[in-house]
């Protein structure tokens, strides 16, 4: 069975206040810390590995949409047997 993607709405995503994680699907969450911040994050694990999480922006300044499209380009690089996270630093190294 194919997982959901899109489970949250940009209405929910605005008015969640329980801390935790909460799933949009295809390894997006958002992640609400205990004094109500907000952040999307990406987790996935790779073959015979660990659990990796990859920040992907604070939440209002990246929105559901942009976090969602961030999330579909790490899926492509990991099928790809790329490294997102590794991609990231390389990227954030030659600014």
């Known amino acids: 069975m194919a997982r959901t993607l899109h489970k949250l709405s940009h209405a929910t995503v605005k008015a969640e206040k329980k801390a935790g994680r909460h799933a949009d699907g295809g390894g997006l ?4 810390g205990p004094t109500g911040k907000k952040s999307w994050l990406f987790m996935w694990v790779p073959k015979g590995g660990m659990r990796r ?5 604070a939440y209002p300044n990246t929105t559901l949409a942009q976090a969602r ?3 579909a380009e790490s899926r492509c690089a990991i099928e790809d047997g790329r490294d997102p996270i590794a991609e990231k630093a390389k990227l954030k190294n030659h600014s």
């Open 69 to 71: 499209a961030k999330a």
């Open 29 to 32: 969450y958002l992640n609400v």
């Open 53 to 57: 999480e990859m920040g992907l922006g």
